[in-house]
């Protein structure tokens, strides 16, 4: 006779993993300003590039893998999944699975603020103000990492004034490139590049959090990465071993389990020290 194996559940959330991302390359920048002793170092500048580039993309991650995941918590929500959403109310609760239940390509098709807008109107909550803070920044932020991801190149005058819309609006939001502050006969850097700074990579990560967080204290719920249960973004959930045989199968499934419980402590000390980066994050 056979007997019946545990049950081992992981979800899995990827807003976690792209927060801690946008932290360590923005970290990663900050190790690596180019400035005039190793101008001539490419390879200084590119890792600089690549840090900064790699906080803008993951900063937006987060917010959209923020927002699916809290529509799905609640369309899917039963057992320990329920209990973590349940301050959201029956009533609000039952509201975002009917709309679902209308329209099941909700996430696919809304922008990432309009996402979070629904979301607020759903819980019975005032939606942000889309000429206000932090809803301004969180939108630039998205613009930013559209031009990034979507870029289209064109040929440029130099020698003539070509600020971009985009560019304009990011004037003042944070300083430039360090190297574009050396002698102009030194270098130039057009845009987007010129824009890619440790500085603007901290920009990021404060826009998109200002506005996850106003976002959660509207509605009252703790963040995801605020629970120590979902440290690696993942929610482990598995039978009592104990009283179980001692077979091959059911020894294999505790090293499993083992090594689930390892990554999400190990995960916790990458989250706490992630946190802890956005109070003494360098300048």
């Not at 890792?47 to 987060?62: D, E, M």
């Amino acid at each position: 006779m056979t007997n019946e194996l545990p049950k081992i559940t992981l979800r899995y959330y990827f807003s976690i993993e792209a927060l801690i991302s946008a932290y360590t390359n923005t970290n990663l920048s900050f190790k690596n300003i180019p400035n005039q002793n190793n101008l001539e170092s490419s390879e200084v500048d590119i890792k600089y590039t690549s840090s900064v580039l790699s906080a803008v993309i993951n900063s937006v991650i987060f917010m959209e893998a923020t927002i699916n995941e809290l529509f799905l918590d609640v369309t899917e929500a039963k057992d320990d999944l329920l209990l973590k959403i349940k301050s959201l109310g029956d009533k609000s609760i039952t509201q975002i699975q009917n709309y679902f239940k209308i329209d099941d390509n909700l996430l696919k098709k809304e922008s990432i603020l309009k996402k979070y807008n629904l979301a607020l109107f759903l819980i019975g909550q005032e939606k942000f103000d889309t000429r206000q803070e932090p809803y301004q920044s969180a939108q630039l932020l998205i613009e930013l990492r559209n031009h990034l991801t979507h870029y289209k190149i064109k040929t440029i005058d130099i020698s003539q004034e070509n600020s971009s819309k985009l560019e304009k609006k990011l004037k003042g939001k944070f300083p430039l490139h360090p190297l574009c502050h050396l002698p102009e006969e030194s270098i130039y850097y057009p845009f987007p590049r010129n824009h890619l700074s440790h500085d603007c990579a901290k920009w990021a990560i404060e826009s998109s959090r200002n506005f996850v967080e106003a976002f959660f204290n509207k509605i009252k719920l703790q963040p995801v990465y605020l629970i120590r249960e979902y440290n690696l973004g993942s929610f482990l959930t598995f039978e009592d071993l104990s009283n179980k045989s001692n077979s091959h199968q059911y020894q294999n499934r505790l090293r499993i389990i083992h090594y689930l419980r390892v990554l999400t402590k190990n995960s916790l000390a990458a989250i706490t020290k992630c946190l802890a980066w956005r109070d003494r994050i360098k300048v």
